[in-house]
Nanobody, 116 residues
Framework: VQLQASGGGLVKAGGSLRLSCAASGSTFRLSDIGWYRQAPGKQRELVAGITAGGTTKYADSVKGRFTISRENAKNTVYLQMNSLNPEDTAVYFC???????????WGQGTLVTVSS
């Protein structure tokens, strides 16, 4: 599985962005997908995840603002980010887990910068 993250950019506080994670391979629909972020000097953290069956979970810091969704026909997972604030500034990565986590794949990351 190869992952390509896109959609990052510079946005003002209160604005929105939609990130996309496009995957290659026929096993995408079987994978659990997570969006992670890493801010300068901080550890990478899970922002949102969606299972192959469509169950979602969110970090407390983004609940009510971010929405993760998947479109298996396009091999793509989206992260809709609303009400962005400067604390959301980070490089965002997508990750795919297969076979209960025995296989893990990472995309290259996309930078999100939120100005105050």
């Amino acid at each position: 599985v190869q992952l390509q993250a896109s959609g990052g950019g510079l946005v003002k506080a209160g604005g929105s962005l939609r990130l996309s994670c496009a995957a290659s391979g026929s096993t995408f629909r079987l994978s659990d997908i997570g969006w992670y972020r890493q801010a300068p000097g901080k550890q990478r953290e899970l922002v949102a995840g969606i299972t192959a069956g469509g169950t979602t979970k969110y970090a407390d810091s983004v609940k009510g603002r971010f929405t993760i969704s998947r479109e298996n026909a396009k091999n793509t997972v989206y992260l809709q980010m609303n009400s962005l604030n400067p604390e959301d500034t980070a490089v965002y990565f997508c990750n795919a887990l297969l076979f209960g986590g025995l296989q893990s794949y990472w995309g290259q990351g996309t930078l999100v910068t939120v100005s105050s």
